[in-house]
């Protein structure tokens, strides 16, 4: 027995779709352009607690700036 009888169809695109359009799309067109412009950090809970939004944390950071270059 083959394992795709009886299966539903797999196909999840809808039928309105026109496949002539869909076609000559570019992998990774924008990837460059995203990841100059993306800086994303990680913050573990207890530090995401203490600074909430990226305003939060763009002000520690400045302010932490300003006191190693007055050092």
């Known amino acids: 027995m ?3 009888e009886g299966a539903p169809n797999d196909d999840d695109l809808r039928g ?3 496949l002539s359009e869909l076609e ?3 992998r ?3 990837f460059e ?3 100059a412009g993306t800086n994303l950090a990680l ?3 207890e530090v995401r607690a203490a600074f909430p939004t990226d305003d939060a944390v763009n002000q520690a950071l400045r302010s932490l700036m300003q006191q190693q270059s007055t050092s």
């Open 24 to 26: 000559g799309g570019v």
């Open 33 to 35: 352009r995203f990841c």
């Open 2 to 4: 083959n394992k795709n």
């Open 16 to 18: 309105e779709y026109v």
């Open 28 to 30: 990774g067109k924008y």
């Open 43 to 45: 913050l573990l809970p």
